[in-house]
C-alpha cells in the first residue's frame, strides 16, 4: 500500500535535464533512513517491472498460440484493422462533408464542360455558316471540279478534301512518270 501511496505522492521529481544542483539538495534533505526506504522502493518497483514485462511476454505468447490454433494471421488481421479503420474514417463529419463538398464540385464541373462543349458547338456552327467558310467551301468544290472533273455537286467537305488530295497525288505521279519516259 506504501508503495501506491508514493506513486499517487505530489512529490516533484526532476525532469530530465532539469539543474543537477536541484537534485543533490533534495538527496541533502533527505535522512539516511528516507534515503534508504527509497532505494528500496526503487529496487522493488524495478523488480516489478520486471515481473509485468515478464507477465506481458508471456500472455502474448499465449495469444500469438490461439491466433494460429484459429487460424488467424498477420494479414487477416491487418485487413480487418484496416476495414475498421476506413469505416471510422467514412464515418467521421470531416469525411462527410468533403465528400459531399466534391461531388458538389463534380457536378458543378459536369455541368460547365457541358456548357462549354454547347458553346464550342455553336460557334462551330457560326462558323461553318459564316460567308468566309462558305467561300472557302465554294473555292474547294471550284478545285475539286477543275482537278476531279465534272461529278455531282453536293459531297460534303470531307470527300472534297480527300478527292482534292488524291488528284494532286494523281497529278504529280503522272507527271514523274512522264519525266522518266522522256
Known amino acids: 500500500m506504501h ?6 505522492s505530489s512529490d516533484t521529481v526532476p525532469e530530465v535535464g532539469e539543474d543537477a544542483a536541484a537534485t543533490v539538495n533534495m538527496a541533502e534533505n533527505l535522512s539516511e533512513e528516507e534515503q534508504e526506504e527509497l532505494r528500496k ?3 522493488k518497483v524495478e523488480e516489478e517491472i520486471q515481473t509485468l514485462s515478464q507477465v506481458l ?6 495469444l500469438a498460440e490461439i491466433k494460429r490454433k484459429l487460424g488467424i494471421n498477420s494479414l487477416q488481421e491487418l485487413r480487418q484493422n484496416i476495414t475498421k479503420g476506413w469505416q471510422d474514417v467514412t464515418s467521421t463529419s470531416a469525411y462527410k462533408k468533403t465528400s459531399e ?3 458538389q464540385a463534380g457536378q458543378k464541373a459536369s455541368a460547365a464542360f457541358s456548357s462549354v462543349g454547347s458553346v464550342i458547338t455553336k460557334k462551330l456552327e457560326d462558323v461553318k455558316n459564316s460567308s468566309t467558310f462558305k467561300s472557302f467551301e465554294e473555292k474547294v468544290e471550284n478545285l475539286k471540279s477543275k482537278v476531279g472533273g465534272a461529278k ?5 467537305f470531307g470527300e472534297v478534301l480527300n478527292s482534292a488530295a488524291n488528284a494532286s497525288a494523281t497529278e504529280t505521279i503522272t507527271e514523274q512518270i512522264q519525266e522518266e519516259t522522256q
Open 3 to 8: 508503495l501506491v501511496q508514493g506513486l499517487l
Open 41 to 43: 522502493e526503487l529496487a
Open 57 to 62: 511476454a508471456a500472455k502474448e505468447k499465449h
Open 101 to 103: 463538398t466534391l461531388s
Open 152 to 156: 455531282p455537286a453536293g459531297g460534303d
